[in-house]
């Protein structure tokens, strides 16, 4: 609708079009016979109908390719007749050389049709549908042609001179037609076009056919949803599984634009032919998404340069502007992304490409600028401007409503909702608080919490009526998301309340878990096929460069090029990348649902589902966020050694992908290393480090916030410093609460519990100890509670030994949870609190039951060993001196309190092992 | 007057030069100012000055700086020597080339001269192969994409004509005329800096050629760039930074500049024209209007500029003038987009908003970089309510020239009005940027925010401020300052801005419910403040008032009084009943 001004770009006969034309004669000639002449078999007949096929639909470049490279694919089409071949196609190219020869040459390909009218097929006869993609490319081609004006005629005359003489000029080994220099061809040209130029038939019927085309599917816009989707998923990151090794090596090279295409000249005068509006589209689509997924990695001035080139080349398609808005969004370029974001927008009304929208053409002279808001507050969102993102998208709201776009609204409203449980908001009033949205209105007098359920519960809904799948399935993480970590409560505060339990509801977590993956069968009996056969066509025609007789040998040659088997096994999914997204997701989500219900093995499982069954379509966010929780987990469980080990490799991996996710893990690790060796000063270091990555606007990057200042308290304590301790803890609490971040509570508090137990406090600790359980019982933290539980345990051992039967049956109590789903050190604390507990028993008989200790504490400071945890290491040491001195084992008792002396002479003078990792 | 005599006798040789190297619009414009120069009364019989003469008293009536017209002194200009003429032979064929060239047939032009050499013949050939190739671009544009689209047609000689003069330069065989074509050609290949310097070169060397200044002006895209250049210290130059600043919007100096070049050249057209250009843009539109009116006295079939006269014409919605301009310059060339465009604005001042597209439309197809075209088509599709087309307009403008604020702020209101006021604000904000000092952007701005989608009234409150201080017009900022104050609670505030809002008011005599309100506030805000003599001032001038306003300012009065009388001290009965 914008495009007043602006006729848009048709299909345009080009010299490669010619070729194709001239292949697609020599695929099927009028003759009678059922193998042509040069093709000696039917598998090569239909090879070359294949990679016709191919040619007219692939989108991997923005230009044609030129006759070089052609004939060289030919090469390894034909087989034993690409002699023939591309003799054949250069000889009809060199002989159309005048306006004269190109008429007669397009009337010629008229006779390959097959009439649709003529009734008589025989058997053998070769006939080209008219309706099948090759019968409508030369359709198309003809009809296009028969519209030129004669100026166009000689364009395309000078054109084909161009095409053919570039070619010829870079391979001397075909025989040089003579072609006039372009110059003079121009010279001798420029006496045809002197003439009336005002009746230039524009290429209307082209355009519908354009039209009809790409009008059955090709949505352009289709990443918007899978955007909302990973946003969705960025859940917080906590403890989980081992390492997996993937074939992604050098993935990110793969995605890179080649070179050759960033840095090809555009010489006016060489023979650049951009390809047809639908291979474009296609080119724009693969783009995007790659864009997307991969984040960072993908690189930027390459492709801008691209962009750029294409503008001046088409300064038609605004797509461009998109991609250059994707593309700088991608690289945390603000300015650059606001303005191609306006850009866009202003050119195109939104009316490009939102096939999502219901086609109301009364609507249409308004435009859709309420699809810039909701693009633009996602941009704002992205780059962390929530008041500015919140602005925007009740200003979206505001006028999709009033344009009656309901489906713009319900993915502004799944946006909202997006952002307000990323975003810590402590109060909304001010800026949703006026009457924008009946639903929203109801929210004034609600918590932010309430206002996010009502708006997720509207805005699934909303997406449900309108039948916008992918939206639904979003939206189901983002309740799935909600239920995880919020306790439902009622809306209305007064009246006769349903008695409600305060609990989080795991099982409405999964139903929602579930119906989000419920949407690929809905798809795939959809299917999104159009935008796939374009893909598919551009990696068959890669494939084309390997030689099809040494594919065998060339695998055995092992890891040189394993990128092309993989890539060979993506190709043919029918399922969208971005849907994949959206599932594999589910699984993430799934993954840190089990980690926070405390079920290790499952949250690894879910962890290793998603890095083996959806490492191929994955954004790099996603896959680093995996490979976080793999290396973590690895850490709790396995030790510092091999999570090092495998963080090595992630980095590597992820070479310059969101390094900051990386670097995060890094830190985390880095600093739980240096609290258990205590290298104080180390530690201190890092977790300045991990504060200063947090944005400084209040809200955002809250997980990162608190967890940098829980981890400042833990430094404090290990420094025995109760008092700061104590104060950033408290403060955390309070920030906690203001955000309503009620599961980094429970642990907040366990934190105060734990300092108050180690300053002696034992009693002032028992109320934090018990508010942190009973946080963790309400939210279904079992694992925590567990050590929640623990920590009760031992402050009551503290409190004297008369709670010492209590505190061991507490511990028996959650000895089944730790052991099963614990980490290491959890798992050492435990042991040896349990010694403690009947050591401290005066009727306990250490000669009797000597194994009731000594196997715990074995096993402890193995456990603790591993973790290089000195001071607990210590600790155990010490206990089992005694217990050997008790028992009378010299020898042992000798070695126990050799192992005791060397941990606290380590732990005395940390600066004794210099540490290699710490070069940030 | 000696100096007069010198620029008369450089400009006369520049002339003819520039002629015979077919450079016709440096031509054009040397021999303007060259008839622009002011002539000895003593030498000339008053027919010779009869147009001239007549003008000065008119113009003068408006000339604020009487120094002007006093020569300058204190600078002292270097003197370039006028080139000598290349020797004739092969005098012929260059006979030839020009006729082949003044008829337009460029190419045969160039090929008659392909075996000559000499830089002049040298410079034609390629000037002339410039040129053809330009002409073949702008058929191929509309053969490939149709005039309004964009379109990616290049000149197809550029590549060899940069090959040639390359290799020319670096032997040092171009004169300044050649170098001025390979900045040119380096212009259109992107290549700036390399084209900066040499234009820069080519201006040096032979200051006469104003296409050579022109391109270099376009070159200078920021002041740092201006005063980077290392330019000799010719008159031309003068010329050149004048029309530099005017560019970069530097209104002020540019003006100066305009008036001190005067001095000499008190005639010239030329500098009348870039005057009332300044003025438009200073927002003088009587002046303005005055310069023109003379213009077309003196040069009846003048179309260059007169669609800034249109355009002031607009402004003060004079039909009827508007209407004759517009004949007159449609008699003198139709197909020209500043008359297109006088037409169109003429269709727009009727309300007949389809015509008046029709016609910018045509002034585009004229020329597709035409900005102000592009911005008042934009406004002309807002009045049509064709959202999408407007913004396109505004925007093909803005991607024409980004620094043009007008455009920015034309997209920001069509957002404005699809109540899109935090869209809008990003168009603003890159107005204002752009025109600081414009308080009308400031307002709009300030207006967004106080949208009741938005009701940034902080923000707002900032803008307003902005708009105050930079000499609002319409006096809308203070006013709204004193309200959202007064909305805010903060009365000091408010009464501060409602107080100067008054002053203003008195001082350009304007009544109206703003100053009722604004008496009101202030009357009522001094006796909370127990001002009451301040108070009771404002309360009597509300009584000339009619309306509730009145009745209340009796009623304030009444309870002054009676508080007054609970204090002893004070002496009430004097005070008129």
Same mark, same amino acid.
């Given at each position: ?920 | ?9 450089? /400009? $006369? ?5 520039? %002629? +015979?190297?077919?450079?016709?619009? #440096?031509?054009?414009? =040397?021999? @303007? ?79 008659? /001269? $392909? ?5 002049? %013949? +040298?410079?034609?050939?390629?000037? #002339?192969?410039?040129? =053809?190739? @330009? ?88 002041? +740092? ?353």
């Amino acid at each position: 609708m914008a495009g007043i001004l602006r006729a848009p770009s048709a299909f345009a006969v080009t010299p490669h079009k010619v070729s194709t034309c001239i292949l697609i004669q020599i695929y099927a000639p009028p003759a009678q016979i059922s193998v042509p002449f040069p093709f000696s078999s039917v598998t090569q007949h239909n090879r070359l109908g294949l990679y016709l096929l191919a040619l007219t639909k692939s989108c991997d470049d923005i230009f044609e390719p030129k006759l070089a490279e052609l004939l060289n694919q030919l090469r390894e089409i034909g087989g034993l007749m690409d002699q023939w071949l591309t003799n054949h196609l250069t000889n009809r190219l060199s002989a159309l050389q005048s306006p004269d020869d190109l008429f007669n040459f397009f009337s010629e390909m008229r006779g390959i049709l097959g009439g649709l009218d003529s009734g008589v097929v025989e058997d053998d006869q070769i006939i080209l549908d008219p309706n099948s993609n090759l019968g409508l490319f030369l359709r198309r081609c003809i009809l296009a042609f028969n519209l030129l004006s004669f100026e166009g005629v000689c364009h395309l005359l000078t054109n084909i001179g161009i095409y053919c003489n570039e070619c010829f000029s870079t391979c001397p080994t075909y025989e040089l037609q003579h072609l006039d220099d372009p110059s003079n061809e121009v010279e001798v040209l420029s006496e045809y076009e002197n003439m009336d130029l005002e009746n230039y038939i524009s290429e209307k019927i082209t355009e519908e056919i354009e039209a009809g085309i790409t009008s059955k599917g090709v949505s352009f816009h289709l990443y918007l949803p899978k955007a909302l989707s990973t946003l969705v998923e960025d859940i917080e990151a906590s403890t989980n599984p081992k390492l997996e090794h993937s074939n992604k090596v050098g993935e990110h090279s793969l995605y890179t634009p080649s070179s050759s295409n960033a840095l090809r000249n555009v010489d006016p005068r060489g023979g650049v032919f951009l390809r047809s509006n639908w291979q474009m589209q296609g080119y724009f689509m693969e783009r995007a998404e790659a864009i997307e997924k991969h984040g960072s990695s993908f690189s930027s001035s390459a492709f801008e340069l691209i962009l750029r080139q294409l503008q001046k080349l088409a300064p038609e398609l605004d797509r461009v502007h998109f991609l250059r808005y994707l593309n700088s969004l991608y690289h945390d370029d603000y300015f650059a992304a606001l303005e191609n974001l306006h850009c866009y927008f202003d050119y195109s009304a939104g009316t490009e490409g939102f096939d999502f929208l219901s086609p109301t053409p009364g609507t249409n002279s308004f435009g859709r600028y309420e699809i810039a808001l909701l693009c633009l507050g996602m941009m704002h969102f992205h780059f962390g401007h929530p008041k500015q993102a919140l602005e925007v998208f009740t200003e979206a709201v505001r006028v999709s409503q009033q344009q009656s776009n309901d489906s713009c609204l319900a993915y502004t409203l799944a946006a909202i909702c997006n952002l307000l449980s990323e975003i810590g908001i402590s109060s909304t009033t001010g800026m949703l608080g006026s009457s924008y949205s009946p639903m929203i209105s109801v929210g004034t007098s609600l918590s932010v919490q309430q206002q996010l359920f009502v708006l997720l519960k509207g805005s699934l809904k909303r997406a449900e009526s309108l039948k916008l799948k992918q939206l639904v399935a979003a939206n189901h993480l983002a309740v799935a998301k909600f239920d995880l970590t919020h306790v439902q409560r009622p809306l209305i505060s007064f009246g006769p309340k349903a008695s409600m339990k305060l609990k989080t509801c795991p099982i409405n977590v999964c139903k929602e878990l579930r119906s989000c993956s419920r949407l690929v069968s809905a798809f795939s009996s959809e299917g999104s096929g159009l935008t796939m056969e374009g893909a598919f066509c551009t990696a068959w025609l890669k494939n084309l460069q390997k030689p099809i007789g040494s594919l065998v040998l060339s695998e055995d040659h092992g890891s040189g090029n394993n990128a092309n088997p993989s890539q060979f096994c993506t190709q043919p999914s029918s399922i969208h990348g971005s849907l994949l997204q959206l599932v594999g997701s589910s699984y993430l989500l799934r993954a840190t649902a089990w980690e926070m219900y405390g079920s290790a093995p499952l949250a690894q499982v879910h962890a290793l589902v998603y890095a083996t069954c959806f490492a191929d379509t994955s954004s790099s966010l996603d896959a680093t966020l995996v490979h976080v929780k793999l290396i973590q987990h690895l850490a709790i469980f396995k030790g510092y050694k091999e999570a090092f080990a495998a963080l090595k490799i992630a980095e590597e991996k992820f070479l310059c992908i969101s390094k900051s996710r990386i670097l995060i893990l890094k830190l985390q690790l880095l600093h739980e290393r240096a609290l258990h060796r205590g290298h104080l000063k180390l530690a201190q270091q890092v977790c300045d480090q991990l504060g200063v990555l947090a944005s400084s606007i209040t809200g955002v990057d809250m997980d990162l916030k608190t967890e940098a200042s829980l981890r400042h308290a833990r430094t404090f304590l290990a420094a025995k410093q109760f008092s700061q301790a104590t104060a950033v803890a408290h403060s955390l609490f309070c920030m906690c609460y203001k955000f309503n971040l009620q599961v980094e509570n429970a642990s907040v508090l366990l934190l105060l519990a734990e300092i108050h137990m180690k300053s002696g406090n034992a009693v002032l600790g028992l109320p934090y100890a018990l508010a942190s359980l009973s946080f963790c019982q309400s939210f279904n933290l079992d694992l925590l509670k567990a050590s929640a539980t623990l920590i009760l345990a031992e402050l009551l051992l503290s409190l004297g030994t008369t709670h010492r039967k209590g505190a061991l049956t507490l511990i028996h109590g959650v000895f089944p949870m730790i052991l099963g789903h614990g980490g290491l050190e959890l798992c050492a604390r435990a042991y040896i609190a349990e010694a403690k507990c009947h050591l401290s028993d005066p009727s306990f008989s250490v000669s009797e039951n000597s194994e009731v200790v000594l196997d715990p504490l074995k096993q402890a400071s193995e456990d603790l060993q591993a973790l290089e945890y000195h001071e607990l290491a210590a600790e155990a040491f010490y206990l089992m001196a005694f217990v050997f001195d008790k028992l009378g084992h010299l020898e042992e008792r000798e070695e126990a309190a050799a192992q005791f002396k060397k941990h606290i002479m380590v732990l005395e003078n940390p600066q004794a092992v210099e540490d290699p990792l710490f070069n940030l | 007057m000696n100096s007069k005599e010198n620029c008369r006798n450089e /400009l $006369r040789t520049a002339v003819l030069q520039l %002629s +015979d190297r077919c450079l016709y619009s #440096a031509s054009k414009w =040397a021999a @303007e100012q060259l008839v622009g120069i002011e002539h000895d009364p003593a030498k000339f019989t008053p027919s010779n000055t009869r147009f001239q003469r007549g003008s000065s008293s008119i113009r003068r009536r408006f000339r604020t700086n009487e120094l002007t017209s006093t020569p300058v002194t204190g600078v002292s200009y270097v003197s370039t020597p006028v080139m000598e003429e290349d020797e004739a032979v092969n005098g012929d064929f260059y006979l030839l080339a020009k006729s082949y060239f003044h008829c337009r047939e460029y190419r045969r032009a160039g090929h008659v /001269l $392909r075996e000559q050499t000499g830089k002049k %013949s +040298d410079f034609l050939r390629c000037y #002339a192969l410039y040129l =053809a190739g @330009e002409k073949r671009k702008e058929e191929e544009m509309i053969e490939l994409e149709g005039p309004l689209g964009k379109s990616y047609a290049v000149n197809r000689e550029l590549v060899s004509l940069e090959r040639e003069l390359s290799a020319l330069h670096k032997n040092g065989m171009l004169d300044s005329f050649g170098l001025y074509l390979y900045g040119l050609v380096l212009k259109e290949k992107g290549n700036e800096n390399l084209a900066r310097t040499v234009l820069v070169n080519s201006v040096n060397s032979y200051p006469w050629n104003w296409s050579a200044w022109l391109e270099l002006q376009a070159l200078c895209s920021t002041i +740092d760039i201006l005063n980077s250049l290392t330019l000799n210290n010719h008159w031309m130059k003068e010329f050149f930074l004048a029309s530099a600043y005017q560019e970069l919007r530097m209104h002020n100096e540019s003006l100066a500049k305009y008036e001190h070049l005067q001095g000499i050249f008190g005639f010239s057209n030329y500098i009348q024209a870039q005057i009332a250009k300044v003025q438009y843009s200073l927002r003088e539109f009587e002046q303005v209007e005055v310069i023109f009116e003379e213009l077309l006295r003196i040069d009846p079939f003048r179309v260059e500029d007169m669609d800034v006269y249109s355009n002031v014409l607009y402004t003060k919605e004079c039909f009827s003038a508007l209407s004759y301009l517009a004949h007159r310059v449609i008699l003198t060339d139709k197909y020209r987009p500043e008359t297109c465009c006088i037409i169109g604005n003429y269709y727009s001042l009727k309300g007949q908003h389809e015509k008046s597209v029709m016609y910018f439309k045509r002034a585009l197809k004229l020329n597709k970089n035409y900005l102000s075209a592009w911005t008042l088509m934009g406004h002309e599709y807002v009045e049509m309510k064709n959202i999408p087309a407007a913004v396109d307009a505004y925007r093909r403008a803005v991607d024409i020239s980004p620094r043009d604020y007008r455009a920015w702020y034309g997209l920001g209101q069509t957002y404005e009005m699809m109540a899109m006021p935090f869209y809008a604000l990003h168009y603003f904000r890159k107005s204002v940027f752009l025109q600081p000092n414009d308080s009308r952007l400031w307002i709009a701005m300030a207006q967004c925010y106080e949208a009741e989608q938005l009701h940034m009234v902080e923000e707002a409150i900032k803008c307003y401020g902005r708009a105050a201080n930079c000499n609002d017009r319409e006096a809308i900022a203070l006013h709204k300052l004193a309200k959202l104050h007064k909305e805010l609670g903060r009365s000091d505030e408010a009464a501060f801005y409602y107080k100067k809002d008054l002053e203003r008011m008195e001082a350009e005599d304007r009544e109206g419910p703003n100053m009722v309100e604004a008496l009101m506030f202030l009357a009522q805000h001094y006796k909370a403040r127990n001002r009451f003599e301040e108070s009771e001032v404002y309360c009597t001038r509300l009584l000339d008032y009619t309306g509730p306003e009145r009745e209340t300012a009796k009623s304030l009065l009444r309870g002054m009084r009676m508080d007054r009388s609970g204090f002893p001290s004070m002496d009430v009965e004097h005070l008129p009943p």
